[in-house]
């Protein structure tokens, strides 16, 4: 499966962002019932955790995201989406989507929160 992330940007401190990844190369059963998930990497960090979308059962999230983010997934557009709300600096990464088809992963898309 190709994903394609986009929806990053700059934003202000406080501000919002909706990141979208768009799957292909999938039918629908399969995406349907492998999860999702989103990643992010700052700055000389390591690769790290934000949130997934299982095929059933609730969403997960990484303790920082709890709250501000929301992950949703359209199955018949083969998308899912990271709503982002009350952004802070520490928030500026590079985030990936991934799906557990294969273990792929998207090219990933810049968000930048500046005080």
């Known amino acids: 499966v190709q994903l394609q992330a986009s929806g990053g940007g700059s934003v202000q401190v406080g501000g919002s962002l909706r990141l979208s990844c768009a799957a292909s190369?999938?039918?629908?059963?399969?995406?349907?019932?492998?999860?999702m998930g989103w990643y992010r990497q700052a700055p000389g960090k390591e690769r790290e955790f934000v949130a997934e979308?299982?095929?059933?059962?609730?969403?997960k999230y990484a303790e920082f995201a709890e709250g501000r983010f929301t992950i949703s997934r359209d199955n018949s557009r083969k998308r899912v989406f990271l709503q982002m709300n009350g952004l802070k600096p520490e928030d500026t990464a590079v985030y990936y989507c991934?799906?557990?088809?294969?273990?792929?992963w998207g090219q990933g898309t810049l968000v930048t929160v500046s005080s």
């Open positions: 979308a299982t095929d059933s059962g609730p969403p």
């Open positions: 190369g999938a039918i629908l059963s399969v995406f349907r019932s492998n999860s």
């Open positions: 991934r799906s557990s088809i294969n273990n792929s």
